[in-house]
Every structure is written in structure tokens, then in C-alpha cells.
């Protein structure tokens, strides 16, 4: 059995009427018996006028009715969730993610280094743990035995670890300046406005399928199947052995 997961809650952004995605985050956090709850409110379908001038402002994001908005909105009410609910922290997934089998391992020796951090840090710190865009850490910056790095941008929104003071800090952004891009790069927005501090896990621990090509996106028209898995895995295999060699791996 796995040892217990060092957060107090799991989300999973999910879109309501898919269910192959449902059985699918069944399965995987299954296998490790993370409990977990799906956020179902926010489907496309629920979006309206009003909702899209309240939260989302921007040529990118107040426009016409869209999946990034509803996947953005999905992880903005997961922060409300956490503040009306007092959840101290979470991590947080979207609904197409696959774990390393050392996962709990590796994110609970994440969630220790980063717990001896000051608050101030913590209290500003989101945690990445997936290799989605295929960033790395770069080599010179590794530490044997040290898997918690502090980088200036996000990676991704697909695996991510945040505590109930900037999940309050973010939702306090949104109600004064609202969510002018995709959920991942306004992250990377609250850097200067709100001093948001990126971490990345090393070894990343977590892959999207919609980037591996395992499963079809449900944001864009990304490419999946047998190509797809193949140039993902090629694609890895180049930044992760060969691109070091000449520099930096970020």
C-alpha cells in the first residue's frame, strides 16, 4: 500500500461528460489510493456572459465561449473551494495526468523541502510537478538528493501543489484584475503582481496525456496517437540527454 500523500486535499479539474477521462483519474489515483474530489462546475456548457465578464478580461479571454475559460474557471472555484472549505493546502490535477510508480515517494520528499522553507516563501509558492513542455531543471543547478528547485515560470497547470494563502491571494487578483490568459500563463502574470514564487519537482513526476499523446486534448487540436507518442518520446529523450550537453536544460 502507499504511504499516505502529504497533502490535506486532491482536485481534479474535470469536465462533467467525460467519462473516459472520469474512469481514467479513477484508475490512476487508484493505484496509489489518493482520495481525491472532481470539480465539475464550470463545464463550457455553464458559461454565460455574465460569468466570462466577472472572472476573465482580455483579448484572449473574454471573448467568445471557450475551453481555456472553462479550465481556468475550473481551477479558480477550486481556490474559493479551498478558502470556503479552510483546506490548508492542495494539489491540484487536470483529468489527463499519469504518475512515475515512485510518485508519493518523490512529491512527499517535495512537500518536506518545501515545508522548511520560511511561511513567507510558502505562503507564495506553487509547486509544478510534470514535464508537459518538456522543461527541465537545468543540470548545473541539480543537487544530489534534492528534488524541489525554484525556477521564473510556471510548466504547465496539469500537476501542481498550492497552499490556502495564495489560493486566497489569487482569487483576490482575479476579483480586482481578472484572468487575462490561460490558466498556466496567468500564472506566470502573478509573479510581479502578487510575488507568486514557481517551484519545480526534479525529477518531474507527472506527464499530461494530451501532451504524451496518449489522449486526445480537450483544449486544442494537439495531435495524439502512435506519431504523437513517438516525436513526445524522441522529443524527451533529446532534452533530457543530448540538449544538456550544450547548456542549460530549462
Known sequence: MSSPIKADKVYVVHVSSNLER?????????????????????????LSRELV????????????????QSCALKHIYIYQKMIEDGVGNAL????????????????NQCIDEFSSLSEEIRNK?????????????PKERVKEGIVLYEMDRSRCAGAYFINSNL??????????????????WYHNTLVDRIALK??????????????????????DDKKHGGI????????????????????SRE
Open 22 to 46: 472520469e474512469e481514467h483519474m479513477k484508475q490512476e489515483l487508484g493505484r496509489f489510493n489518493i482520495p481525491f474530489e472532481f470539480m465539475l462546475k464550470g463545464d463550457l456548457k455553464d
Open 167 to 184: 489560493a486566497k491571494a489569487i482569487v483576490n487578483d482575479v476579483q480586482v484584475n481578472k484572468c487575462d490568459k490561460p490558466l498556466d
Open 125 to 137: 509558492g506553487l509547486i509544478n510537478f510534470e514535464e508537459s513542455t518538456l522543461r527541465y531543471v
Open 53 to 68: 465578464d466577472e472572472y476573465f478580461s482580455g483579448d484572449q479571454m473574454s471573448g467568445p465561449f471557450c475551453a481555456e
Open 228 to 247: 504523437r507518442k513517438i516525436t513526445w518520446k524522441i522529443s524527451r529523450w533529446y532534452k533530457q540527454k543530448i540538449r544538456p550537453l550544450f547548456g
Open 92 to 107: 491540484i490535477f487536470e483529468d489527463d495526468v499519469f504518475l512515475t510508480d515512485n510518485f508519493i515517494e518523490v512529491f
Open 198 to 219: 514557481h517551484f519545480w519537482c526534479h525529477p518531474a513526476i507527472v506527464q499530461q496525456g494530451s501532451h504524451n499523446g496518449k489522449m486526445a486534448s480537450t483544449i
